[in-house]
């Protein structure tokens, strides 16, 4: 089904470890640890996990944010944009500095960290697009402002300083400047996390509409199962630096083949709860010091031994659907979660 | 019985300039409720971004003054510009939790330095047996333990390890009341659980009062003793949480639960709020109505 000009991301072997020395000791933590996936052109992929499993130093691979002590080890990043093929590991910050916000752009975690204090938001609108765009003077505050009505922002916002904004309209200014020249291909690090439930789900919908007008692909990470289950066409699960599953998004949901991602879909609390829902033993492993074979054996309720000295291979398990299990055919999912014991209308 | 805190009538104005010409912010108007010592309880605070939550917070903790109403802690009066030692002896009675693990730790420093500095403050010595013994006695409560944290640096602990060693800072003095300002949101489901459990056994085993502050309904109601509902600057809902969060009556409230994201129907992109509901809550916004008692003992914000 997938043709070959479809695909518009290939991340193949990929291992990403910061390497540090802290007072004389050298410590490296493989953050990415051999990931193999591809994204396909107007898709929104998913990445979940728990915290510090690695999401954050996956993608900053993926947006070609690559500083020290983060090294690309291994395996390679391939975008196929339309002004050519780039492989992100290899590429010079010169033709980076080719696809940077045009081609590619990046919500980093934290709207603050991209907004500069001290700076106007519409001069920090220019820094960031007024070169990819080539439009100067009045062309280019016209595009801008026609840009943020349709992010529900009035032009006023571009003589305001950060602060000066709420956090939901910091959050949608963010998203304007990653989307105002058109990218193809758009990374968002828990864009939505910091915000309340109705502003959520407000901005949510916006990425995802201008995300349909624009036909650009979208890898959106964050923790929260609840958003993927409404934002994602296909999630994967990131645990301990490796992708353990991936898949369409209903099948994740209702028929998980990792232990892992069954456990992450039931662990979600639900208002109207009031006992605490099934929690994995254990804690993720450090990943200076990854456990050997497959790294969620220490915690899994499935795991024999094999499962403690061999790695598992992602392999197809569904249509679409991969799983990185010597056991998935024993998975079950852990709670029917279509017909909720708490469920209140 | 006796009170531990009373919030009386309290308003917070800030006066700035803003972009849309606004020069005035009614952060929080006219909140009011108290606690009692006998019963410690999770009193929970939720509403959306920018709804005085924090701000609220800030002057319980004597952090911000109220522009109105008075704030009693044990009947005397919250006051920041206390002297050192009154000012020291009240911080030792009421402690905030930092927000996120994650940012709250310098990656440079070891944990337990954030630790002793709080130690040797409190404890007014430098007496480094009972400065460690301290430490060994709050970590022990988060189920840590001096041996496990001595020696490490953040990157080094997961973050539910970092979001209790926040809490057991909080906790050497042996506070009455601990003020959590949204502990939980930046972090994954299953860290989230660990973390609101650890609030429930402080409240149950150590009978320590929370506040907490939080955007997240489901804890909320697994947790909650009672609930207070804000929205711009207005306590709009108040009662039992179990009550209010299986019915919430308010527009804003119902807004709020109806905009939690689901996983029924994972997979099928609904991201819709009914336009009606949006209009019911955002017509509440700038009117004082009048909060009122129903019958099942909660309180509403109802308008004329
Ligand atoms: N700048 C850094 N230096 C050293 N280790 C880091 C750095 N940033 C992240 N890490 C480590 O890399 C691992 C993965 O972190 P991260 O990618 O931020 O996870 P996530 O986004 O899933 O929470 C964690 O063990 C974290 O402590
Ligand atoms: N120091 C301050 N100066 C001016 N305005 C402030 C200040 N602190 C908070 N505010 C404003 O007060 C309102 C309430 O903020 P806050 O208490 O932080 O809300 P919440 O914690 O519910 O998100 C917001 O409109 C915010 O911008
Ligand atoms: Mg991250
Ligand atoms: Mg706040």
Known sequence: MTQENDIILQVEGLKAYYQMNYFGVNREVRAVDDITMTMRKNEVYGIAGESSSGKTSFIKVLAAAIRPPLRVVEGTVKYNFKNGPIDVTTASPEQIETVRWKHLSYIMQGSMSVLNPVRRIGRTFQDFAQRPLGLTGKAFEDRVVKHLARLNLPADVLKAYPHELSGGMRQRVTIGLATVCHPEFIIADEPTTALDVVVQKEVLSLIRDIQKEMGASVVFVTHDMSVHANVADRVGIIYAGRLVEEGPTRQMFFTPKHPYTAHLVASLPRIGDTQQRPALEGRPPNLADPPQGCRFHPRCPLAVDKCRKEVPPMIEVAPGQRSACWRWEDVKPLVNIAAPAGAMA | ?304
Do not use: W
């Open chain 2, 1 to 304: 019985m006796t009170t531990l805190l009373d919030v009386q009538n309290v308003s917070k104005r800030f006066t700035m300039g803003g972009i849309f010409g606004r020069k005035t912010i009614d952060a929080v108007m006219d909140a009011s409720f108290s606690l009692s010592s006998e019963n410690p309880e999770i009193f929970t605070i939720i509403g959306e971004s920018g709804s005085g939550k924090t701000t609220l917070a800030r002057m319980i903790l004597g952090l911000e003054d109220p522009t109105e109403g008075d704030i009693l802690f044990r009947g005397e009066q919250v006051d920041r510009h206390a002297g050192r030692a009154e000012r020291l002896k009240f911080m030792s009675h009421v402690q905030p939790v930092f927000q996120n693990p994650f940012e709250a730790f310098n990656p440079l420093k070891q944990i337990e330095r954030y630790l002793e500095s709080t130690a040797r403050r409190f404890l007014d010595t430098s007496d480094k047996a009972a400065i460690d013994k301290a430490m060994d006695d709050s970590l022990q409560k988060v189920g840590l333990s001096l041996k496990e944290v001595r020696g490490r640096f953040p990157h080094e602990m997961s973050g539910g390890q970092l979001q209790r060693c926040a809490i057991a800072r909080a906790l050497i003095p042996n506070p009455p009341l601990l003020i959590a300002d949204e502990p939980v949101s930046m972090v994954d489901a299953s860290l989230r659980m660990s973390i609101v459990n650890l609030l429930k056994s402080l409240r149950d085993d150590l009978k320590v009062s929370v506040i907490y502050i939080t955007h997240d309904l489901a804890t909320a109601y697994y947790i909650s003793n009672r609930i207070i509902i804000m929205q711009r600057g207005r306590i709009v809902e108040m009662g039992d949480a179990r009550t209010v969060l299986e019915n919430p009556e308010h527009a804003y409230s119902r807004l709020l639960k109806a905009s939690v994201l689901s996983t029924d129907d994972a997979g099928a992109g609904k991201l819709g709020t009914d336009p009606t509901m949006l209009d019911q809550a955002n017509n509440s916004v700038g009117r004082a109505g009048e909060l009122v008692a129903r019958p099942d003992g909660r309180h509403v914000r109802v308008y004329a």
